[in-house]
């Protein structure tokens, strides 16, 4: 039985935006990330690491903005940016999942169940990045938004803290400073753990992302470039 599929609108402008500059965002942030973690092997140090930093922060910022801006539309916006559309957390989710264990439903509107369980980790794993690296930003090099408060908790001047510069010892307190880098520690263990699970996560919904299309045919990766995937005319999800 042949089954007649059209187009259907599903994924708006603001997920579509929030969607691309995240993959680039995040390549980015694993690039510069891998190489920090491992500066020594590439003969990176002093001026050179501090740089390789800063830009990673940079690109830092742009990742939270975005990640902040989709946190927010889940709330207030519309259709499939909500997230009782998007997150495992709706009312008959169990069932929705059972059924499509059992294969019972071959197309869905916005996420199959598997998608969403892949969106709840992901979105998980990118809140602790993001709040583990802005901390880590304020301890390192001194960068908003924690960065003024975590200079001035070391200062022995604190009316001179534009002296406070990274792997400088000027202006700072040798005892205060212990106790930032003592703050910061659990910050760091969690950014590199929390940096590994998403080297593990993102291949799996890739992986997740073809088996998908594979199965439902419905176009999923040019849905996330025009918004539309193609449905069954009588596909009635809205889930």
Request: glycine share 8%; proline share 3%.
């Amino acid at each position: 039985m042949q089954i007649t599929k059209g187009q259907v609108f599903v994924w708006s402008r603001n997920i579509r935006l929030f969607h691309w500059i995240n993959v680039v965002a995040i390549l980015l942030l694993i690039a510069l990330g891998s190489m920090i973690l491992h500066s020594k092997t590439f003969g990176i140090a002093g001026d050179g690491k501090v740089l390789l930093k800063t830009i990673h922060v940079l690109v830092g910022y742009v990742f939270a903005c975005n990640l902040i801006f989709r946190l927010i539309i889940g709330f207030v916006g519309k259709g499939y940016e909500r997230w009782h559309k998007t997150l495992p957390f709706n009312s008959g989710f169990k069932t929705e999942f059972t059924e499509f264990k059992a294969g019972k439903k071959q197309a869905y509107k916005g996420h199959n169940p598997a998608g969403k369980l892949m969106v709840l980790a992901l979105l998980a794993t990118m809140t602790a990045q993001m709040i583990s690296g802005l901390v880590i930003a304020g301890t390192d090099i001194y960068y908003p938004p924690f960065g003024h408060y975590f200079a001035e908790s070391i200062a022995i001047d604190k009316d001179n803290l534009a002296a406070i510069q990274p792997y400088s010892k000027e202006n700072v307190d040798e005892v205060a400073y212990q106790a930032m880098r003592d703050i910061r520690n659990p910050f760091i263990t969690a950014h590199v753990y929390v940096f590994y699970c998403l080297l593990f996560l993102i291949p799996l919904h890739i992986i997740g992302v073809v088996i998908a299309e594979r199965r439902e045919k419905s176009a999923l990766v040019s849905a996330m470039v025009n918004g539309y995937k193609y449905l069954p005319k009588n596909n009635t999800d809205e889930h």
